[in-house]
Structure formats: C-alpha cells, structure tokens
C-alpha cells in the first residue's frame, strides 16, 4: 500500500472550512482505492500565526514541508494584517521557495451550472489558463525612498528571464499539446510594454518551433479580456505573465460561473520540490466560519493533485463525483444561489465516490 504524504495548509478565512473538506474527500477516495492512502501533517500557518510570533510561517517552515509528496493549500488573507505580509510571507514564500514556476488553472462550466454569458454553452468555455508563477510584476523587486515627504518614489519592477519565459512557455505548448484543439494563446502586451514583452514574444516564435503541431495566436492582454466574453470558443490553452495571468483567470473563474469553483495547481514541472494545490479564492471574509463556503474549487483542486501524483483513475472517479453533486441544485452552496453548507457539499461528493466502482489504479 503506498502512501501518499500530505501537507494540509488551511491558512486564513474560509481556508479553515475547506482544506479539511479537502482532506475528507482524500480520506474517502483513498478508502475506495484500497491500493494507496494519505498521510497528512496540519500546519497552523497564517494570521493566527502571525498574531504570536509576527510572522505567517517559520523561518525553517519550507524544510518542514520540503519532503511531502503534495501541498494543499487553503488561503493566506487576514482582515487585520495588511494583505501584502499575508501574501508575500506564506503563500508566495512557499511557490517561489519551491521555485513552483507553473500555475495550472482549468476552467469549464461544470454540469449545472448557470455561468454569467448569455450566448456561451458549456462546451464554448473549456480552457486551460498557464500562469508564469515565478518572477514578472511579481518578483518583488523594487522599493521606496523619501516615505512620506512630497518627493516620495515607489516602484515595483517586472523582472523577466530568458530562462524563466523559456520554460512557461514550453509547459504551456505542452499542455497544449496534450488537449485535442492542441491549440494556444500567447497573451503578451508588446505594444506598451515594449522590453520584457517584446522578449516575451521572440521566445514564443522560437519555441512554438519545437511543437509544429500546436496552432498558436498571439492576442494582447486587453483584448484577451473581450475574447474571453464574447469569443470563448476560440480559446483552449493560454498562457501569460503572472500579473496578466491572475487577472484573466479571476475573469475566467466568474465567466465559469463562481470564483468559489475555480481550482489551481502550482507545480514544479521537475518534481525538485512539492507542489502546491489550492482553490483560487481567497479567504472571503465576508462568510467565513459560517459554513457557507464553497468547497468545489478545493476538490477539483484535489483532482489535480491526484493527477499529479499519477493517480489518473482516482483523479476521474473524483471529478465526477464532483459534476454529479454540481448539477443537484439542491446541491449548491449560497454564492450558486444555494442553500447548502460546506458539510453537506462534501458529504455529496463522498457519497458519490463511496459508490464509484472500485478505483483501478494501475490500468489508466
Ligand atoms: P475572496 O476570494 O476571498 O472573496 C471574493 C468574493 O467571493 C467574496 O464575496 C467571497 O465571499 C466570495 N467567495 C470566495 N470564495 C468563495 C467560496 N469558496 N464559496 C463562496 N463564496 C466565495 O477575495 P477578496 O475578498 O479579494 O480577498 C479576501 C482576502 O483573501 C484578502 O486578504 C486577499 O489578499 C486574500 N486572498 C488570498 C488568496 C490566496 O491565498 N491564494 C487569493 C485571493 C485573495
Ligand atoms: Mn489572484
């Protein structure tokens, strides 16, 4: 029996509320399996955190977590912590500390669903968003001088690489290439921005060279956000910078019909370190310890963690599992329009995999 070792990082919010759902569907699909199971070690990081010892994680906190085979996160965001510290000292130390350089985001209108477009069936909305997760806008280069007299600067610099463009974009021709359209966006604002994404651009052409079998277009950023809402069926993989890849995808998580939904991966394609699986919401302040939050964005997040574990039969009894509870309207929490809590949502989709036919791990 193999076991799969997890760190569970419940953070802030409605973190707490939905990581250990996360957990619990891990339990129930491990059970199913028979042939693998999960070892799970909790870490208190986050506000609470913070509040006794004046940071979100400990100094030593990656070598802690360094030798599991999967993170799962929650989310780093607390109302009386400014939320530059919260990000900056958990949720990012853990993706750049992991050099977690790719950020996977799915998105589709799962069965049930009333997404937001009036004009957009389910099967027009199917796309994968590829986020540069390393450096760009958000490398944290920059600083302030003159605080709080009339000359006062700021700047936040993008730093890009060669090295760092060069392997999101190939992770992302191959993520393309590995979905039927084989088909890519290159999101790139080299009219405005006119060093790093013009470099941007020149790295595409090259390496859309080592992939012939991929159709690919560049759109800039801007019009990315139309194309989205009124041509979603042209559009299957794309790919952007970290500041322009958070934006679409938080659009592409509404247009999907609830940021409550949306799962992503932040992966070492290498396997140096652990990865990281999260739900793409934050810590929704506004519901939190109500029971309310939705916890769908965490399991198909945990589908991706089985993925990427290579467990692919689980991943698929999980997912469905997941699509049979969405289209039960009875089924959906308050931000769908729902009355459900997130006990009896998870309940769900353990019930739903307690009755999927033994998972066959091997056979895939
Ligand atoms: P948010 O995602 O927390 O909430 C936005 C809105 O969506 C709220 O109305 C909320 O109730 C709703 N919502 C989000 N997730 C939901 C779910 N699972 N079920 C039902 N409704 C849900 O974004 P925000 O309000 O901009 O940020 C709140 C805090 O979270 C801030 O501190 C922010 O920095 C932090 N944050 C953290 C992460 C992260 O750790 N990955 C991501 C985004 C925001
Ligand atoms: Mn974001």
Not at 39 to 54: I, P, Q, V
Not at 311 to 318: H, K, Q
Request: aromatic share 6%; hydrophobic share 45%; glycine share 8%.
């Amino acid at each position: 029996m193999k076991t799969y070792r997890i760190a569970a990082i419940p953070g802030d919010g409605i973190g707490k509320e939905v990581v250990p759902a996360g957990k619990r569907v891990l339990e129930a699909i491990g059970a199913l399996s028979g042939d693998f199971t999960f070892e799970f070690e909790d870490f208190a990081w986050g506000g609470d955190y913070y509040r006794r010892h004046g940071v979100m994680m400990p100094a030593d906190g990656l070598n802690e977590i360094r030798n599991k085979d999967a993170i799962l996160f929650g989310s780093a965001g607390d109302p009386h912590i400014p939320d530059h510290i919260t990000l900056w000292g958990l949720r990012l130390k853990i993706c750049q500390g992991f050099d977690q350089y790719a950020n996977v985001r799915p998105t589709r209108i799962l069965p049930g669903i009333d997404g937001p477009l009036k004009r957009c069936a389910p099967k027009d909305l199917d796309w994968v968003i590829v986020r540069e997760n390393s450096e760009g806008e958000y490398a944290g280069v920059g600083g302030r001088a003159h605080q709080g007299h009339p000359i006062e600067v700021a700047t936040d610099v993008s730093m890009m690489t060669r090295a760092g463009v060069e392997r999101i974009l190939r992770f992302a021709f191959r993520i393309a290439q590995s979905r039927p359209r084989k088909l890519l966006t290159v999101i790139t604002k080299s009219n405005a921005q006119r060093h790093a994404m013009v470099m941007w651009d020149e790295i595409a052409l090259e390496v859309s060279k080592e992939f012939p079998d991929v159709t690919w277009d560049k759109e800039l950023v801007d019009a990315a956000t139309a194309r989205m809402v009124n041509r979603p069926a042209t559009l299957d993989t794309l790919v952007a910078t970290n500041l322009h890849a958070d934006i679409l995808s938080d659009l592409a998580a509404a247009l999907a019909g609830s940021l409550g939904i949306a799962p992503t991966a932040n992966l070492d394609p290498e396997r140096r370190y652990p990865s990281m699986f999260e739900p793409i919401h934050g810590s929704a302040f506004d519901i939190m310890g109500k029971g309310l939050a939705n916890p769908i964005g965490t399991f198909w997040s945990v589908v991706m963690m089985l993925e990427h574990l290579g467990e692919m039969s689980a991943a698929r009894t999980l997912m469905n599992a997941i699509e049979s509870v969405t289209a039960d309207p009875a089924l959906h929490t308050a931000d769908l329009g729902g009355k459900a809590s997130t006990v009896q949502v998870t309940e769900a989709v353990c019930a739903f995999v307690a009755q999927a036919p033994a998972v066959v791990t091997k056979a895939v």
